[in-house]
Each structure stands twice: as C-alpha cells, then as structure tokens.
C-alpha cells in the first residue's frame, strides 16, 4: 500500500447506527487530518492529530469522534449522525516542520445518513 | 465575505486551449499557495505550490501569485481531456490551509 488509504469507500447508515471510518497513511508523516467536503462548499477541516495529539477541533458537533492511536492510523467514530453529515469524508496527512502545507489525501469516504 | 473566493465553473474548453483558473482572498497575512486537483471519486492531489508572489512553472502549469491584489491563478497550456477534475486552490499563513469551493474543468476532444 501506499499514500494514504481510507475505508470504507463507502458507507450508507441509518440515523441510529455506529460506525467508523479508518485511515492509514505510508508517508512516515506525523500529522494527520479529517476533512469533510460537500457539495459546492470548501472543504472543512474537522480535526488535526499533530504527534498523534489533537490539535485543532473546529467546533465538529460531538457524534462525530476522533481517534489517533499512533502516527499512521486516523480513525472517525459516527454515532446518531443527521442526513446532513451525508458527505465526502477525507483524511490526509504532512510532515510538521516541513512544507507541512503539502497535504496528502486519500481517496475519501462517502457516507450517506438515511 | 469568505476568506477564499473561486468560481465553481463548470468551465468547459476545447482539448489544446490554455485554461486560466482563479481565486481571490482577503486574509493579507496568507503567504503559501497550493493548488489541488480532484478527480471524480478521488482525493485531491498537490499539483502546485507557491510560496509568495511570483511564477512558478511545471511542465504545462504554471501557478502565479500577486499578493498585492490578493488573487492567484494557473494556467494550463495545451489542455488535454485528462486535465477534467475539479482544482482547488487553498492557502495558509501560519496556521491551517482554507480552501477555495473548487472550479470543474472540462476539455473535450
């Protein structure tokens, strides 16, 4: 594997239901982000993991959870989700202390809330 | 106003036109410039990065940067219809990278 992989690639859950989104990154980085990018909206930062702590929480409503066991796993636990969380959910990694603007995505997940 | 301003397209040219992409931004503090593209139902990718004002080339794009009107652009010559993705700009000053909406190109044959 390499770059940055996420699964599921897709995923349809009721209202109710748990789930969680995984990422895995194979660039050595140590920081890692989820994104969230719907249509004709910019894409938004939900979370940073920066040496696997968490360093940037933009006011992401609480069903949404973020786990960062080590430097190269991500993970976004769901619960009770709206239908307006249905969207495109992208985890990308950097390097801190480098350009760490270069950000690396995966290929995303798309969710849908029935 | 948002911080990052790009027309969401479609924008649809014939294959061998140079493509001109932009986007505007009010935050004067931004100082590195990145452009992303997207294909469908794939991560965004960096294509370009610009540290500042100035040019900078890469094979058929070239990204420019005037901070002094606060705008920046990329150019894509002789466009090919495996340049059809959706480009994002995005841009930090010390802190974390805003993107723009994205604009959709389409070249056809």
């Known amino acids: 594997e390499t770059g940055v992989t996420q699964t599921p690639r897709h995923l349809v859950m009721g209202m109710t239901n748990k789930k969680s989104l995984k990422c895995e990154q194979h660039l050595g980085h140590n920081a890692m982000y989820w994104y969230k990018q719907s249509a004709k909206k910019p894409l938004e930062l939900m979370f940073v993991y920066s040496l696997e702590e968490r360093v940037e929480n933009n006011s992401v409503p609480s069903r949404f959870s973020p786990e960062c066991p080590n430097s190269s796993h991500l993970f976004l636990h769901l619960h009770t989700l709206q239908p307006e969380d249905s969207a495109l959910y992208l985890c990308?990694?950097?390097?801190?202390?480098?350009?760490?603007?270069?950000?690396?995505f995966g290929p995303g997940t798309r969710l849908t809330v029935t | 106003q948002k911080e990052v301003e790009q027309d969401p397209g479609p924008l649809s040219v014939p294959e061998g036109a140079i493509v001109s992409l932009n986007c505007t931004y009010s935050?004067?503090?931004?100082?590195?410039f990145m452009w992303y593209r997207q294909y469908s139902r794939k991560g965004p990718e960096l294509l370009m990065y610009t540290y500042s004002s100035g040019n900078k080339e890469d094979g058929r794009f070239t990204a420019q940067v005037d901070k002094s009107s606060k705008y920046i652009s990329l150019f894509i010559r002789d466009s090919q219809p495996s340049d059809s993705a959706t480009y994002l700009c995005?841009?930090?000053?010390?802190?974390?990278?805003?993107f723009g909406t994205g604009t959709r190109l389409q070249v056809f044959p």
């Open positions: 995005a841009m930090s000053g010390t802190d974390k990278l805003i």
């Open positions: 990308a990694s950097s390097q801190e202390g480098h350009v760490d603007y270069e950000q690396y």
């Open positions: 935050n004067s503090a931004f100082q590195y």
